[in-house]
């Protein structure tokens, strides 16, 4: 009733012509349409459908426009049966239709309806010569991109089509891409401003190509599992999650991400055989200006690498305005993937590993850069004043002159000085780090990857190059060594950090292990000195229990003291110091794990002849802080097992084929 009420009020209100009235008209209309309220709109519309084509907004929309943006699908339906189709035509002040907020808010059925008035709403541009499959694209509406695909005018799509295959492509909606790829050729080899053309867009996104087996052991396992019953599965372990949230993440996504990357692939390999309709000469041409290849290795995109040589294997002689091929990019930017591919290139290996860049660096050297350099307009400066004196020696007279300029420069140098060294001790982090340098946690860790990069790429360099000096006579070694001291710094103190907080944790656990066995439940029998539980059950658990913590923590002690005196060479960091970290933490955890059992034994040996059901419960709490430690510290074990010996397959020559 007071719906009607306020319709009522709103349509004597309009009846009367006042200004500030019909104000209050369109702010009803703009609230039913927000709110997909027809019907407080209705009764006021009917009376005069002439007010659908008032500007009732600031930016001069209309009713249509406001519900069409508010996605408000069943106020849409009913106006399109008071309005006229030339209404569907109406621009607000920045010159937008209402189908283009239509196509905005993603919901195809207000798309539909629009349409179905006016099949000319897809072909109108907007603001900007937006049209409304552009605006659509540019959002990442995939499902409307797709209908208005279908829609919009051959001619008109023909006009703004790379444009949108290039952003269907930035925003992963390769179904769509293929779509409009499929509609006619040529697009592939268009180059646009800086020289990128439209496979560039698809250098950084990951792939799946054909006769290529890409997902993993453990993502083929996870993918085959998500069926109905692998889902009934995780909601039966639902409080599970809220701990393992990024392994259960990965689990959902995989499927889908897998059809994104087959699509992608497939995309390539659709847009790589129309670039191949060029001739030879015009082909690296233009892959040498999109600067596809190097842009490719840079990402770690290997399979985009693997599509484009396939059929040019002369591609991978390619250099880029450094002189470094892909091989030598992906050494720089640490894209262990693309640099295994060099094993497939047989003897061309021999020859690409001799190719030296413009500053004198071989493919070792590059190794030896971490992140991109700093402070090089600095040490300019540093430089410019002690020129500046040794041309500025004067002659007796003008001593006391020298003296002052002499003074007023060497408090130029201290401040720079200072800028430098308070510039040199930022972290490693905000230096322009590779990404794929950064996924690896913890500095230690980065270090030891650090250091088995350069191990592996020694194995494929002639012996002459270990001493080769580039232009600022330096040999590989010098240079990593140079490069590396901070993070060497910063690795060795996260290890005795992380030594000394989990020795305190052992230790405590020892000290207390180690009285317990001494201090038996129950005592012990005063004629004989022989424990009175001696002949239950629950005290083999006891002693068993205790001894396998105190023996275990004694080992974690033993470990983290052995990292606490280790020499913290470079060496220590590729095997030494990450598996002592390794087996200190397992043995830790299995310390408290016994520890816990020990307790739990005890407890049920000397309650469980006076209380009913407290023993029991009591004793499976006990379990709640070995999947507290577990859950908290798996992460970390994790990272370092997995560095410490899952790593030595990381340069394995892969499952991508080169030929």
């Known amino acids: 009733m007071c719906c009607y009420t306020r319709s009522f009020f709103c349509m004597q209100v309009f009846k009367r012509g006042n200004k500030m009235k019909y104000l209050t008209v369109y702010q009803v209309l703009y609230q039913a349409a927000l709110k997909d309220n027809w019907r407080i709109a209705e009764p006021i519309l009917k009376n005069d459908p002439s007010l659908a084509r008032h500007k009732i907004s600031e930016k001069g929309e209309t009713v249509l426009h406001i519900a069409a943006a508010a996605r408000s699908t069943l106020f849409v339906r009913k106006l399109m049966n008071l309005i006229e189709k ?33 099949v000319k709403l897809p072909n109108i541009p907007g603001e900007d010569g937006l049209l409304p499959i552009t605006m659509a694209a540019t959002i990442g509406n995939n499902d409307m991109v797709s209908y208005l695909c279908e829609v919009t005018s051959l001619d008109v799509l023909q006009q703004v089509r790379y444009a949108l295959l290039e952003t269907a492509i930035h925003n992963e909606m390769y179904d769509v891409a293929l779509n409009l790829f499929k509609k006619g050729g040529g697009l592939a080899t268009k180059v646009l401003e800086g020289n990128a053309s439209v496979l560039y867009a698809l250098v950084k996104k990951s792939l799946a ?20 019953v692998w889902g009934m599965f995780t909601s039966a372990i639902s409080i599970a999650r809220m701990q393992f949230t990024p392994c259960f993440r990965r689990v959902q996504v995989l499927p889908e991400k897998s059809l994104l990357k087959k699509q992608a692939g497939l995309l390539l390999e659709e847009l790589w055989a129309e670039f191949q309709k060029c001739a030879g000469d015009k082909l690296f041409d233009l892959v040498e200006k999109s600067k596809l290849l190097h842009s490719a290795a840079r990402a770690g995109n290997v399979e985009f690498l693997v599509v484009l040589i396939h059929n040019h294997p002369d591609l991978i002689w390619k250099v880029d305005k450094n002189n470094r091929t892909i091989f030598h990019v992906a050494v720089l930017h640490r894209e262990e993937k693309v640099f295994s591919l060099i094993h497939q290139i047989g003897a061309i290996k021999d020859l690409i590993t001799l190719i030296v860049d413009n500053d004198g660096n071989n493919i070792l050297h590059l190794v030896g850069k971490l992140g991109l350099a700093i402070n090089k307009q600095k040490l300019g400066e540093i430089d410019a004043p ?99 001291q901070l993070l060497l710094k910063e690795g060795e103190r996260w290890m005795k950090d992380t030594a000394n907080s989990c020795m305190i944790a052992a230790t405590l656990i020892a000290t207390m292990v180690f009285a317990a066995g001494f201090t038996l439940p129950g005592g012990n029998n005063s004629d004989l000195g022989t424990p009175v539980m001696l002949t239950l059950k629950g005290f083999s658990v006891f002693v068993i229990s205790d001894a396998v913590a105190l023996f275990s923590s004694i080992v974690s002690i033993i470990m983290f003291l052995s990292i606490l005196t280790s020499r913290y060479t470079e060496d220590d960091f590729l095997v030494s110091l990450p598996a002592k970290l390794l087996f200190g933490l397992t043995t830790l955890f299995v310390s408290i ?42 992460k970390l074990w994790f990272d370092v097992a997995k560095s410490t010996y899952w790593s030595k397959y990381l340069f394995r020559p892969g499952k991508h084929s080169l030929y």
């Not at 109406?90 to 189908?99: K, P």
């Open 86 to 118: 030339e209404d569907l035509e109406l621009l607000n002040d920045e010159g937008s239709t209402a189908f283009h907020f239509a196509a905005a808010s993603g919901v195809v059925e207000i798309a539909k309806a629009m349409r179905e008035k006016n």
């Open 209 to 228: 190509i054909s006769n290529q087996n890409q997902e993993g052991n453990w993502e083929r396992f996870i993918i085959r599992a998500c069926s109905p």
């Open 386 to 484: 002690k020129n500046k004196i040794e041309q500025s020696v004067p002659s007796d007279a003008d001593n006391h002159v020298f003296l002052e300029s002499l003074q007023q420069l060497l408090l130029r140098q201290t401040e720079v000085i200072k800028q430098i060294t308070e510039s040199m001790c930022v972290k490693e982090e905000e230096k322009i780090m590779p990404p794929s340098f950064l996924r690896v946690s913890g500095a230690a860790l980065q270090m030891q990857r650090e250091i088995l990069w350069f191990k592996e790429v020694e194995k494929i360099v002639p012996l002459s190059f270990l001493r080769m000096k580039n232009n600022d006579g330096k040999t590989p070694r010098q240079l990593f060594t140079e490069e590396h």
């Open 593 to 634: 794990v016994s520890m816990l059992l020990a307790f739990a034994a005890t407890f049920f040996l000397v309650y469980n002849n006076h209380m009913a059901w407290q023993p029991k419960l009591i004793a499976a709490f006990a379990g709640v802080p070995v999947a507290l430690f577990g859950c908290l510290q798996y």
